[in-house]
């Protein structure tokens, strides 16, 4: 009984975060902007920092997209909560359902869909591409696009957690800058995917930095 009072509990909370983040999600939608530079015209893996999932809601055509999310308790309630504004999802982390989340993206991009992966997730360590984007690409043919988002707007929030997550609460003018696509060889060795996961960072490092230059500039494109 104590069991079950304790799964009661634990889903009523999980429940109501969901109902909340939804409800967010659905009024945020009325007041974002994101302004698209260099927006991929192919199928594409989005290559992206944890801090920056909440891009996913700029994607232009969601019916033929998945975003990878952590198969925590945490990343159920992101899951549900995406549903509401349909962003589909792939359940999966380098510890939970790794192998199978990776063959579920492989078959969603054999399909002819895209899919987002958060490079640097689900625990970090911050700013450092795993190589599961890279043996994904491999297999696929799909090139990696990486992404950079930022925003100046004081109701754009960084909070204080390990990936300094950011996400716009109320109006907000955003701006996302796709680099250029990475077609990634199909024969690797582990030194040879190592390479391409420190050029896939370093081309991620160098759109923020991009942007955090010429903000000003994009936003008057």
């Known amino acids: 009984m104590a069991q079950q009072n304790r799964e009661f509990k634990e889903n009523l909370k999980i ?23 260099n927006y991929p ?9 944890h801090r920056h999932q909440f891009l996913v809601y700029g994607v232009k055509d969601k019916s ?14 992101i899951a549900k909560a995406a ?22 993206l492989i078959e969603k991009l054999k399909e002819g869909n895209s899919i987002a992966i958060m490079v640097d997730g689900p625990r970090g360590p911050m700013g450092k591409v795993k190589d599961g984007i890279v043996n994904i690409s491999k297999l696929t ?22 990936d300094k997550f950011q996400f716009p609460v109320g109006p907000c003018k955003t701006i996302a800058l796709y680099g250029d696509p990475i077609y990634i060889p199909a024969e690797l060795d582990k030194e040879q995917t190592k390479a391409w996961c420190e050029k896939i960072e ?20």
């Not at 759109?207 to 936003?219: I, M, S, V, W």
């Open 83 to 104: 549903e509401i504004v349909n962003i589909k999802s792939v359940r999966g982390s380098t510890k939970r359902r790794g192998v199978a989340a990776s063959l579920e």
């Open 41 to 49: 015209k192919e199928q594409f893996i989005f290559s992206m920092w």
């Open 202 to 221: 370093k081309e991620m490092q160098r759109l923020d930095a991009d942007l955090n230059e010429n903000y000003e500039k994009y936003l008057k494109l």
């Open 15 to 37: 429940n109501f975060f969901i109902f909340l983040l939804k409800t967010f999600f659905l009024t945020e939608q009325l007041f974002l902007r994101i302004k698209h530079i």
């Open 141 to 162: 043919g799909v090139p990696i696009v990486p992404v950079a988002w930022a925003s100046k707007s004081k109701t754009f929030i960084t909070i204080n957690s390990w």
């Open 64 to 77: 033929k997209f998945y975003a990878l999310i952590s198969a925590s308790n945490d990343g159920e309630i």
